[in-house]
């Protein structure tokens, strides 16, 4: 899946751009990998930018998400996923806009393996065509990947199965801090992200605070150095609902309101949740307006008060 | 407290399938089995090393269970954590001793569907299998759970079978390939799913790796396992009965589950169900 020709390097020292401006490097029918995972660190309002925008034709590739695909298919932005998981675990189910666009033939299934996708990034990072696996043989999955190819080791005379590289267009990224040079600072567990910006042709980041790289090299947590990142904006509360630790923790209350106008119809969610949450809020000051500005920031901080807090924090009639 | 829920024993009959000394992974979306590793790493298995899903934090100390596995809830306490590609790179290798896992179909051969069900034509779009498909054939033990084996007759009187005789679509590899192969001769690293635990009983796989019926619960029977199965099990030699818990294992699981998340995974009619504990 190589555009051809080597990843470009990003050396410009101050990457610096409006989220606005970040959306818009992303065009209709790329392949985009999202980061962050389930209800932690998904780049929530770069892809609220993404849907102001009306971009379409988008192929998902991922591991374990939630919200961040099915608003991005409520949102009516992708027409192929290649994720490995899209839904809501025990806690509301299944993802209902991603389930209604999937049955509905809007979105073509193209369902990954956590492992595959890594080794298929990790073949686009090492510039190779494809790298094997020794798994999925006997699943479904050889039928559903026509491209996947089994060969005998030359070597052990082993079969195994060949998976070709993926080389997302852009990567979308929300991490704690960064720095104007794009330097970007993951706290907790990077899950994808780090294969995604190495194997990206774009990586496109929010962070919570923009600091000086001075600052970064204290923290000592860079986890992707600037060359990897094409642009950076700095995008407070921006992975909300989802987590941004330390920041705020997972709006569970938000995550209920959303799913239960997702739950009700596509004409529900538009109405309910899009109209007013995305389209209805033109830039990011107004959605963190909506949500309930301050008051719902004070809420989500509460977890680092100790463990009743937190635990206050998905009691399940909470409210803002 | 003398009688514990439906999922303080499931719980239970998952962590007893957990040996000492060994590497052993959760998914998302899986209480019980995170709690099963839990209880395994405290009461029964100190030198388990416990991953937890999602996070990938090792060993960790979590002071409650949070709704979603994806939080810094989970990892508290962790000595360290591992990356993601480490993760399936130890399961690659050999090394992951045991891994839970589940389907909205789980066939007899052990084979689970989390992708659709209908293939190609697709009728259900299901989330999806995560990491589930690659850990199937390369970690050493599996162990399956469901809490929705029961299937009762819906109004036109059809029911929709959890334990199928066929999935539709095989996420995760059971004991048999999707084209109708011994999944043994692929030479994965992995032997397959070693045990299942439903709401109505305890399964294993023969020697066909078929699966077999090996324990009930108190309050369940033979008629109850078949009548809600698509094909017929295979019966062990003796039935046992699956044991209830002790009490500081239930004690531990309820401090554990302060806000009983692994409730959400418990059917309405299976929640007033309660076993004696000794």
Redo the contacts between chains.
């Keep these: 899946m190589s555009k051809g020709g080597p990843r470009p390097i990003y050396t410009e020292p101050d990457k610096r751009v409006g989220l606005e401006d970040l959306a818009a490097r992303v065009k209709d029918g790329a392949v985009v990998a999202v980061g962050g995972g389930l209800s932690s660190r998904e780049p929530m309002a770069l892809l609220r930018a993404i849907l102001r925008r009306g971009v379409k034709g988008l192929t998902v590739v991922g591991s374990a998400h939630g919200i961040d695909i099915d608003l991005l298919s409520g949102g009516g932005a992708i027409s192929r996923s290649s994720e490995s998981y899209v839904g809501f675990e025990q806690d509301f189910g299944m993802a209902p806009n991603y389930r209604r666009a999937v049955e509905s033939g809007a979105i073509r299934v193209d369902d990954n393996c956590c492992y595959t996708l890594v080794q298929q990034l990790r073949a686009a990072i090492q510039g190779l065509p494809f790298m094997p696996v020794r798994s999925v043989r006997g699943t479904s999955f050889i039928s559903l990947h026509p491209e996947y190819k089994a060969m005998v080791c030359p070597f052990t005379g082993e079969e195994v199965l060949l998976v070709p590289a993926i080389e997302p267009d852009a990567a979308l990224i929300h991490a704690q801090y960064g720095d104007a040079q794009g330097n970007l600072l993951i706290e907790g567990t990077p899950v994808y992200d780090i294969l995604f910006a190495k194997a990206s042709r774009v990586v496109l980041a929010s962070v919570e605070e923009i600091v000086p790289t001075e600052r970064l090299k204290e923290l000592r947590g860079i986890r992707i150095p600037y060359f990897y990142v094409t642009a950076v904006s700095e995008v407070p509360m921006g992975a909300h609902p989802t987590a941004c630790y330390p920041f705020y923790a997972y709006d569970r209350h938000h995550t209920a309101l959303y799913y239960e106008a997702a739950r009700k119809g596509a004409e529900a969610f538009k109405a309910e949740y899009l109209s007013v949450f995305v389209h209805g809020a033109p830039n990011h000051s107004d959605y963190l307006d909506r949500i309930g500005g301050e008051k719902t920031r004070a809420r989500l901080t509460s977890w680092r008060d100790g463990t009743e807090a937190w635990k206050q924090l998905y009691v399940e009639d909470a409210t803002a | 407290m003398t009688s514990c829920t439906l999922g303080e024993m499931m719980i239970a009959a998952l962590a007893r399938t957990i040996e000492d000394g060994t590497l052993v992974f959760h998914g998302?979306?899986?209480?019980l089995a995170q709690l099963a590793m839990h209880v395994a790493k405290r009461i029964h298995a100190p030198r388990m090393i416990l991953v937890a899903g999602?996070?990938?934090g090792i060993d960790p100390d979590p002071?409650?269970l949070?709704?979603?596995?994806?939080?810094?809830?989970m990892?508290r306490g962790a000595s360290s954590?591992l990356?993601?590609?480490e993760l399936?790179d130890l399961?690659?290798a050999g090394r992951m001793g045991r891994m839970f896992l589940s389907g909205l179909q789980i066939d007899r051969w052990g084979n689970c569907n989390v992708?659709?069900l209908g293939?190609?034509e697709?009728?259900?779009?299901?989330?999806?299998?995560?990491?589930?498909?690659?850990?199937?054939?390369?970690v050493a033990h599996i162990t399956l759970w469901t809490t929705a084996h029961r299937s009762p007759k819906d109004a036109k009187g059809r029911r929709r079978f959890r334990l199928v005789k066929d999935?539709d679509?095989?996420?995760?590899?059971g004991h048999r390939?999707?084209d109708d192969?011994a999944?043994r001769d692929?030479?994965?690293?992995g032997n397959g799913p070693q045990w299942l635990v439903t709401e109505l009983g305890l399964f294993d796989f023969d020697a066909d790796g078929h699966m077999r019926l090996r324990a009930l619960y108190p309050d369940t029977s033979v008629d109850d396992v078949l009548e809600s199965t698509e094909f017929e099990p295979r019966l062990a030699a003796k039935i046992d009965t699956i044991p209830s818990p002790d009490l500081p294992v239930v004690e531990f699981i309820r401090r554990l589950d302060?806000?009983k998340?692994h409730e959400?995974?418990i059917r309405a009619e299976d929640m007033a169900r309660g076993f004696e504990i000794t």
């Design positions: 998302y979306g899986s209480p999602a996070t990938c002071p409650f949070a709704p979603t596995t994806n939080d810094w809830v990892d954590s990356v993601i590609d399936f399961a690659a992708t659709m293939y190609p697709i009728k259900l779009k299901l989330p999806g299998g995560g990491g589930g498909c690659n850990l199937s054939c390369d999935c679509f095989i996420t995760n590899l390939t999707s192969g999944s692929l030479g994965h690293r302060p806000l998340v959400k995974e």
